[in-house]
Nanobody
Framework: QVQLVESGGGLVQAGGSLRLSCAAS????????MAWFRQAPGKERDVVAAINWSGGNTYYVDSVKGRFTISRDNGKNTAYLQMNSLNPEDPAIYSC???????????????????WGQGTQVTVSS
């Protein structure tokens, strides 16, 4: 069992940056793959980025490539999402998710993940 708590959301101007954090409970963080999903009002929950247990493999949805960076610090039981050049397409509730470790980071469906945080709101003003 792992509990996930996101932080770092907020209001930012278009072109600005935010860094989301996902703190995990327990001592086995390094045995989980992590991902960030987002859900805007009236839309499906979609993957933004994913990272495997070691941090050696990552995945990004095309719309955030070159702008967002997913990372993790297994010593701190924390995953991160650095978001740069935020634009009006990015506002949503961002949630982190965890699942048992695999070598691949290409796990992009919500049902691929077992544990979820409560989400943090990201708002972008134009």
């Amino acid at each position: 069992q792992v509990q996930l708590v996101e932080s770092g959301g907020g209001l930012v101007q278009a072109g600005g940056s935010l860094r989301l954090s996902c703190a995990a409970s327990g001592r086995t963080f390094g045995t989980y793959n992590m991902a960030w999903f987002r859900q805007a009002p009236g839309k499906e929950r979609d993957v933004v980025a994913a990272i495997n247990w070691s941090g050696g493999n990552t995945y990004y949805v095309d719309s955030v490539k070159g702008r967002f960076t997913i990372s993790r610090d297994n010593g701190k039981n924390t995953a991160y999402l650095q978001m740069n050049s935020l634009n009006p397409e990015d506002p949503a509730i961002y949630s982190c998710a965890a699942r048992a470790a695999t070598a691949s980071a290409y796990l992009i469906r919500p049902y691929d993940y077992t544990y979820w945080g409560q989400g943090t709101q990201v708002t972008v003003s134009s």
